[in-house]
């Protein structure tokens, strides 16, 4: 047990041994009584005011009205001991006490109803006062019987008797409360709560029994310590830091119900063995009895209520669970689940499907944040129900994708009209958020349906659709067809092939020579990608390499061919100690800020050194990104790799490139190598070009040479490398090295 509690331990009992003592050591120890009350309650009173600042919410609410209740009441016991030691009259005494003290009652019953453990609905604090209704006018009317006996032959003020009765009534409700609060159960001991409930029991005890005393000219010793007490406990929880308690209104329990008629229970038990003579019933009592009826009635009238609230908040939760299984919860359009059962229910009709793809969402994604996407989501939502009918079912299927259902016999001409609003409607632009206006554009797949189609065969279908709208340049739609089902389909199964083909090691690398045209010795390779397939054969870029693009799987096809190639490269450089291996980078590859570690993560694992490895790029994938481009040739030069540039002298800014990037060879295009011994033009560029790569210190390599007229007009022109199939075939890597092997004839 902590420190502190044991510490309040022993204040209760020295003031409980002060009260059995105290009268026969203490001069003028009523005096002393009052004094401690009144610092008590004043030292209450400014934790009240010291801790409710520093609380939020319904705490702090619950601590500003237990500080009201604690002024009252220190107002009420300085009433009390000046009037105590007066010639007042008893009735009168007991009238001014009331004034003061039912106020006090009040605030610190409004304070415990306020705390987080009162019933957070206003109906619950209804039923609750309802409760503590029932208790308290029983209770208040047992103790008027009690006191009554000596009570009644000695009243000297009309309004005594009243005054009494409303006291008792007041303080049995601040005892109602905290029982039925305590019963509720909301809250662990070790609270706030718990401090300020016990100790207005307390309080409210204690008043009762001094009142008890005063009406029977009697001495109770024990009325100032049950009082001391509960303003200790009261000043404890003001000072308690706040703790945040779950809430929940559980509704009237047996348990709850049962506790609140025991008090009537026994009022009834005690009026019946009572002799009912007509003094002993005066209208105090009656109107008690009126008090129970009401608090009775309107406690039942609350449980019929709330059980009607609580039908109706059933159904109508059920109604939005109903929801919420069958719609997008940001967009509010139907989801999957909804749609494919709309979708079940027209086939008869043979409907029309639409699927809407957004084009750029990842963009605005990834610029603008997943807040102005969602945005951006809810805001097509609602362009995409003003573009269809009523009738008509729209559908958020995941992500930036969206369905359209056109129910009935649609035609053609209705599903591309559809198709033409939505397009012209979703690419408007956006204002979401503080920043700039958005726009995206949309594909659109439409599928027919028919006698045989099927749920699935349409998705299928309006899928395909909307891929070939997409291939085809996208912000358009197209109509499924069997021709374009044929092509797509035929794409779609090259894509998972690719997948599945990577993962099986289909793939794998030749090697075309580089020669040295003045001696025709083999000096460096180029490794080339080709995919064993299983069915159609050995297989050439041509056949793959747009698709692996567009899946996104170049990238890692380029990491296998440098390992590879770099592996094969240490066993050719055991013989040739200058042996060079080129490796093409396609764009993606380029700019992926990991490329360098990529690589000389390759080096390291083959045990080459960097000058044994050229990187290959095309003007077009410096395009792409430039900046990032420029800065990764220069760390991967910086490693020691060299750069060649591929197809030079196709593009238009290839001597841009040659200043400012770390270019050490170039390779010319076959194009003007095709006719360089009879077109006058090819050959005036390839000098010229031959000529620039001398003067700039490159190494130049000619492809594509497969005439002896073609070589020879090179060697003429100074070109020092070329490669082609004058010279050899790309082929694995064991036939190259068999003829590597072979001597060259002079």
């Not at 209760?12 to 059995?20: L, S």
């Not at 490269?569 to 800020?593: E, G, K, M, Q, Y």
């Amino acid at each position: 047990m902590p420190r502190r509690w044991w510490a309040w331990i022993a204040v209760a009992v020295e003031f409980i041994a002060f009260a059995i003592v105290g009268p026969r050591l203490v001069p003028a120890y009523d005096a002393v009584q009052d004094v401690l009350l009144i610092s008590l309650v004043g030292w209450a009173l400014l934790r009240f005011l010291r801790g409710g600042p520093r609380t939020r919410g319904r705490v702090r609410i619950g601590r500003q009205f237990g500080a009201l209740g604690m002024g009252c009441w220190l107002v009420a016991l300085v009433w009390h001991a000046v009037t105590e030691r007066l010639d007042l009259s008893v009735s009168f005494r007991a009238l001014t006490l009331t004034a003061f003290v039912l106020p006090a009652a009040i605030f610190l019953a409004v304070a415990m109803l306020a705390l987080p453990v009162a019933p957070p609905t206003v109906m619950g604090k209804l039923r609750l006062l309802c409760d503590g209704a029932i208790i308290a006018f029983s209770l208040s009317a047992l103790v008027w019987l009690f006191v009554g006996d000596d009570w009644y032959g000695r009243r000297d003020s009309p309004f005594g008797d009243v005054s009494v009765a409303v006291l008792c009534l007041t303080l049995m409700t601040v005892v109602a409360m905290v029982m039925l609060l305590l019963i509720y159960g909301q809250v662990a001991w070790r609270s706030a709560f718990t401090g300020l409930a016990v100790g207005a029991a307390l309080l409210a005890a204690s008043m009762v029994f001094q009142l008890v005393a005063v009406l029977r000219a009697e001495d109770w010793l024990w009325g100032h310590a049950v009082a001391q007490l509960g303003l200790l406990a009261i000043a404890w929880s003001a000072g308690r830091p706040s703790e945040s308690v779950p809430v929940r209104d559980r509704g009237a329990s047996p348990l709850m119900q049962a506790w609140s008629y025991v008090p009537l229970l026994v009022l009834v038990l005690f009026m019946i063995r009572q002799q009912m003579s007509a003094d002993r019933l005066d209208s105090i009592v009656m109107w008690h009895e009126v008090g129970v009826v009401v608090a009775v009635l309107g406690r039942q009238f609350l449980t019929l209520r709330m059980t009607t609230s609580l039908t109706d908040e059933l159904g109508a939760q059920r109604a939005r669970l109903a929801h919420q299984a069958f719609h997008d919860p940001l967009t509010g359009l139907a989801n999957r689940a909804l749609f494919n059962e709309r979708l079940d229910a027209a086939l008869e009709g043979h409907p029309a499907l639409l699927l809407v793809d957004l084009d750029g969402f990842k963009a605005v994604n990834d610029t603008r944040g997943h807040g102005v996407g969602d945005q951006l989501l809810v805001a097509v939502a609602g362009r995409l129900r003003g573009a269809v009918r009523a009738t008509d079912t729209v559908a958020r299927l995941g992500g930036d994708e969206f369905a359209v259902l056109l129910p009935g016999a649609a035609a053609e001409a209705d599903a591309t009209a559809v198709a033409a609003v939505i397009l012209e409607r979703v690419s408007a632009p956006v204002t979401v958020g503080e920043g700039a206006p958005v726009s995206v554009r949309a594909s659109v797949g439409i599928a027919l349906a028919d006698a045989s189609s099927t749920a699935e065969t349409l998705l299928r279908d309006a899928d395909l659709a909307l891929y070939g709208a997409k291939e085809s340049g996208k912000n358009r739609y197209r109509v499924a067809d069997p021709e374009l089902s044929d092509s797509t389909l035929g794409r779609l199964r090259l894509e998972e092939e690719l997948r599945v083909a990577l993962d099986a090691g289909e793939f794998e690398v030749h090697y075309q020579p580089i020669v040295e045209l003045a001696s025709e010795r083999i000096t460096a390779v180029e490794a080339l990608l080709r995919w064993r397939h299983p069915v159609r054969g050995l297989l050439g870029p041509a056949a793959f390499l747009e698709t692996a693009e567009s899946t996104g799987l170049l990238a890692a096809l380029d990491g296998f061919v440098l390992r590879t190639a770099c592996a094969q490269a240490r066993t050719w450089r055991a013989v040739r100690s200058d042996f060079v291996v080129s490796v093409n980078i396609c764009a993606a590859h380029l700019v992926d800020p990991g490329l360098p570690d990529e690589v000389a993560a390759a080096l390291a694992a083959a045990d080459i050194p960097p000058s044994a490895l050229m990187l290959e790029v095309t003007e077009t994938a410096l395009v792409a990104d430039l900046a990032m481009a420029a800065q990764t040739l220069r760390e991967l030069s910086a490693l020691g790799v060299r750069i060649a540039l591929d197809d030079f002298g196709t593009g238009y800014s290839s001597l841009t490139y040659l200043r400012t990037l770390p270019i050490h060879s170039i390779k010319i295009d076959r194009s003007f190598v095709h006719d360089l011994d009879g077109n006058a033009t090819d050959e005036a560029v390839t000098r010229a070009i031959l000529g620039l790569a001398e003067t700039l210190g490159l190494r130049p390599v000619a492809e594509g040479v497969e005439g002896t007229s073609q070589a020879d007009r090179l060697r003429d022109l100074r070109c020092g490398h070329a490669q082609g199939f004058l010279f050899a075939k790309p082929m694995p890597a064991g036939e190259l090295t068999a003829l590597l092997e072979t001597p060259v004839v002079a």
